[in-house]
């Protein structure tokens, strides 16, 4: 199992910009998948972006399209998810996690995009929205 640590959290004014890592030692290859998601006071977790592992094929939830990119340095160990234009409805716990050798990460039902199961999960990194 990998255990990736998150970090890059913080307080924001709405409009700012965070970016958020996930580093592990196993990540110098592409064959990790890292998924993120967050998970808002009181909420269930929700999906938020993920980056295949091979071609490195990504999915943004369309909740956060256009303003979030999730991306990877191999060099760094570590990936990444830049977050853009941030709203307060974004205040949340954000975790990321990886799978070996998993390609696509998100697979389609017929309705929605889900991220597969990746875990497991950090302690998370705090990001808060003021307005």
């Known amino acids: 199992e990998v255990h990736p640590v998150e970090s890059g959290g913080g307080l924001v004014q709405a409009g700012g910009s965070l970016r958020l890592s996930c580093t592990a030692s196993e990540f110098t290859t592409d064959d990790y998948a890292i998924a993120w998601y967050r998970q808002a006071p009181g909420e269930e977790r929700r999906d938020v972006a993920c980056i295949s592992s091979g071609d490195s094929g990504t999915y943004v939830n369309p909740s956060v399209k256009g303003r979030f990119t999730i991306s990877r340095d191999n060099a760094k160990k570590t990936g990444y998810l830049q977050m853009n234009s941030l709203e307060p409805e974004d205040t949340a716990v954000y975790y990321c996690?990886?799978?070996?050798?998993?390609?696509?990460?998100?697979?389609?039902?017929?309705?929605?995009?889900?991220?597969?199961?990746?875990?497991?999960w950090g302690q998370g990194t705090q990001v808060t929205v003021y307005s």
């Open positions: 996690a990886a799978r070996f050798r998993v390609s696509p990460c998100a697979y389609f039902d017929g309705s929605y995009y889900y991220i597969r199961h990746f875990g497991p």
